[in-house]
């Protein structure tokens, strides 16, 4: 049976001292895998071995040096390609793979001359026979001198490239004998009493689990996981919130946004063509909207303008996911008597945003809502330090802001030890009385509610400065196979 390769390398060994595991892998014309595979086992065995890692440059061969070994080199087939009468230059440069190289080479080793005394440029043989040194060369690269592998460098023909290799010393126990170790205490070796005179490989507590090929979830996915968990054990249901595509009604004039607002511009808004409206409303709740916007009601004067249904009707993807708060809130008051709620959303929002390295046209909205009897601002910061915390944010400070559906509305900040410095993380406030009352929530109940979005936190948790390192096509799959679980409190 053909020896072991450990031990063909214990031997070798014992005759040279030491090697290295190329070496090893040239002398036996063995995969250097294999080699370093065959190494590590022998490493288990205590101070057989010394092993040291190493970085060694090697010469390979490039995919365009393979071409020449396999078809010749480019100058030869542009002096085959030439006739006994010549050519035209321009027939010739036509007429093999990597012409214009070959033709330069060719002229420079004085293989052919260009004669321009015609109309056309005409190519002829000056040499009577030529020799492909290059293909040779190519061929066994090992016996080439150093000047000439620099030279093939340059023509991209071969490549220095460093791999990792191993050492190899004899160890204090170096033998050319290694006692076999059992690596299982089976079943057999003890009903049959055997294991009694085997030796045991030691436990390596060290080693690691078999790197097993599984899926790995996207950092955005992680944090989202945190974020829920976090509204969860805070005891908020989450919204449904699987359509993208909404309606300017819910969107915009159910929020009480008025239709002439900026936001609701093209330039800010993605409107869908197809379908681009929508026809179905619950006609009496419309009906109230479209009074507080345009008449007032509830102790307020309203837009006064002429409110439009087909405004109202307009398709678009939804900016906010705060639309989908007030279908839900709208909905509570459809299934009898209010009782308090505390409703959280996740989920991608669109806007016709000019893009940069932290904005894209799209992000994922967090958002959290409360509908109580008698809520206040104070129930509402209380909240934000509590859901803020979970997150290890413990100081908080807040900047009157304004947002058409919420009064008052606050930006919310927290000081980021890491960036050392005050950074916005959310915006926030108690959605208006001509948003809730119009859903017939009764008068004394307030809604509270804050919004931050997913990707921010993601980046600066993961260390990320721009967008595309973590959304989009140049995203590296490899930062999503091997980063870091996410604990948000830490
Ligand atoms: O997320 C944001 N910043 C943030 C959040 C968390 C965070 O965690 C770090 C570990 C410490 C870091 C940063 N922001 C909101 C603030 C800014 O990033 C801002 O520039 C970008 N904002 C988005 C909107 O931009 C067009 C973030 C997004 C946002 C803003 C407001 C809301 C939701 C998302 C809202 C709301 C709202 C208000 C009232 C009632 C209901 C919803």
Redesign the pocket.
């Known amino acids: 049976m053909a020896k072991q390769l450990t031990d063909r390398i214990l031997e070798y060994l014992e005759k040279h001292g030491e090697t290295n595991s190329l070496d090893l892998a040239n002398e036996f014309q063995e995969d250097h895998q294999k080699i370093i595979g065959a190494i590590k086992s022998l490493e288990t065995v205590d101070d057989l071995i010394t092993v040291k890692p190493i970085s060694k440059k090697k010469w390979e061969i490039t995919a365009e040096g393979e071409y020449i070994i396999e078809h010749g080199s480019h100058e030869v087939a542009i002096y085959n390609a030439i006739p006994d009468e010549g050519i035209s230059q321009a027939e010739l440069m036509k007429s093999v793979p990597y012409a214009k190289v070959g033709f330069s080479k060719a002229m420079v080793a004085g293989w052919i001359n260009l004669d321009k005394s015609g109309t056309s440029p005409i190519v002829r043989k000056k040499a009577p026979f030529i020799v492909d040194t290059i293909q040779t060369h190519l061929k066994d690269i090992s016996n080439i001198p150093e000047n000439i592998k620099t030279e093939y460098k340059k023509r991209k023909l071969l490549q220095e490239v460093v791999i990792k290799i191993m050492h190899l010393e004899k160890g204090p126990n170096f033998s050319i004998k290694i006692e076999k170790l059992e690596a299982d205490l089976t079943s057999d070796l003890l009903t049959n009493g055997s294991w009694k005179n085997k030796k045991f490989k030691p436990y390596n507590f060290e080693a690691l689990g078999a790197a097993i090929q599984i899926g790995s979830l996207h950092p955005l996915l992680k944090v989202r996981h945190e974020f829920r968990k976090i509204f969860l054990e805070m005891g908020f249901t989450e919204m449904p919130t699987n359509n993208f595509v909404e309606n300017s009604f819910w969107n915009f004039d159910a929020l009480f946004q008025p239709q002439q607002h900026p936001a609701r511009d093209a330039h800010d808004t993605f409107f869908v063509s197809e379908p681009r409206v929508s026809t179905k409303f619950p006609m009496d709740y419309l009906e109230k909207v479209k009074k507080v916007h345009s008449k007032g009601g509830y102790g307020s004067l309203g837009y006064r303008y002429d409110w439009k249904l087909e405004e109202a009707q307009k398709n678009l993807l939804r900016t ?1 996911t ?1 639309a989908v ?1 007030a279908r839900v809130l709208r909905k509570l008051m459809q299934e009898g008597e209010f009782k308090p709620v505390k409703y959280f959303s996740i989920d991608r929002v669109f ?1 016709n ?1 000019t893009l940069d390295a ?2 894209l046209a799209e ?1 994922h ?3 959290g ?1 409360i509908a109580d009897y008698g809520l206040t601002l104070g129930d509402l910061i209380g909240t934000l330090y509590e859901f803020f915390k979970k ?1 290890g ?1 413990t100081q908080l400070q807040f900047k009157p802001a304004y ?1 058409p ?2 009064e008052p ?1 606050m930006e919310i900040f ?1 000081y ?1 030890n890491g960036l050392e410095k005050w ?7 108690m ?1 208006r009385p001509e948003m809730v009352l119009p859903m017939d929530l009764p008068p004394d109940v307030n809604v509270i ?5 997913l990707e ?2 993601t980046m ?2 993961y260390g990320l400065n721009n967008i595309r390192d973590l959304v989009g096509p140049k995203v590296d799959m490899e930062m999503v196979r091997t980063n870091p679980l996410c604990r ?1 409190e830490k």
């Open positions: 906010h705060t708060s806007r945003e932290t904005h992000f909205q967090v958002e809502v997150l944010i947002n559906y919420t509305s927290c980021h950074i916005e993380i959310g915006n926030s406030g959605f509610a804050w919004g931050l979005s921010r936190p600066i948790k948000l």
